[in-house]
């Protein structure tokens, strides 16, 4: 079975640039999570879906951040205008609900360096 | 925000030797999951936990959550080399939702 798809892999723009990153969740997977990881903060919860509605975007550091679930099998998580901060590597993951068990998968993630 | 103790940060041993770490916390966690991660990669889901007390295997690693659902241990029996990485618990919190915690991490070394 495919697990969690991510693209970019790696993605390098300049600051003042919008970037994009991509996320295909594990099909029958009505949970999908945008983790960003640095070094100093390890990994951290932006948002997160159910069944295409955002449910917590508590974690989303600033406007610049916004994020989209169009579909079941479709995210994106847009930086505009992108600083160099947010260089760090953004994953996606997902789960299944099943009462009280939780389980995510994650993707193999988008290393985002900003210049 | 809450979070977990993991330790150690890090761990060199010996190919063969068992590795033990483990994660605390002052909170009462419902679920508790271990993960992995390669260098490059995303981590990787090795085993999940979901009562008190409970012991699960999975090959060579083996976790227990934690009698007062505040900690949670990972243990690995006779390391090889692609043991090498990072290990994170993580705990979803009582009346979170889906929101885990996440631990620091544990980089692991294999020396030969």
């Known amino acids: 079975d495919a697990g969690v798809i991510q693209s970019p892999r790696h993605e390098v723009t300049e600051m003042g640039q919008e970037v994009t990153l991509r996320c295909k969740p594990i099909s029958g997977h009505d949970y999908l999570f945008w983790y960003r990881q640095t070094m100093m903060r390890g990994l951290e919860l932006l948002i997160y879906f159910n069944n295409n509605v955002p449910i917590d975007d508590s974690g989303m550091p600033e406007d610049r951040f916004s994020a989209k679930m169009p579909n079941a099998s479709f995210s994106t998580l847009k930086i505009q205008p992108s600083e160099p901060r947010d260089s760090a590597v953004y994953f996606c993951?997902?789960?299944?609900?099943?009462?009280?068990?939780?389980?995510?998968?994650f993707g193999p993630g988008t290393r985002l360096t900003v210049t | 925000g809450q979070q977990l103790n993991q330790s150690p940060q890090s761990m060199f041993i010996q190919e063969g030797e068992d590795v033990s770490m483990n994660c605390t916390s002052s909170s009462i966690f419902n679920t508790w999951l271990w993960y992995k991660q390669d260098p490059g990669e995303g981590p990787v889901l090795l085993i999940a936990?979901?009562?008190?007390?409970e012991l699960t295997s999975n090959g060579r690693l083996t976790a227990q959550f934690g009698i007062t659902r505040k900690d949670s241990f990972l243990n690995i029996s006779a390391s090889i080399p692609s043991d090498v990485g990072i290990y994170f618990c993580?705990?979803?919190?009582?009346?979170?939702?889906?929101?885990?915690?996440f631990g620091s991490g544990t980089q692991l070394t294999v020396l030969p």
């Open positions: 993580a705990g979803l919190l009582s009346g979170s939702a889906r929101q885990l915690t």
């Open positions: 936990l979901y009562k008190a007390g």
């Open positions: 993951a997902s789960s299944r609900s099943s009462g009280t068990e939780e389980k995510q998968y």
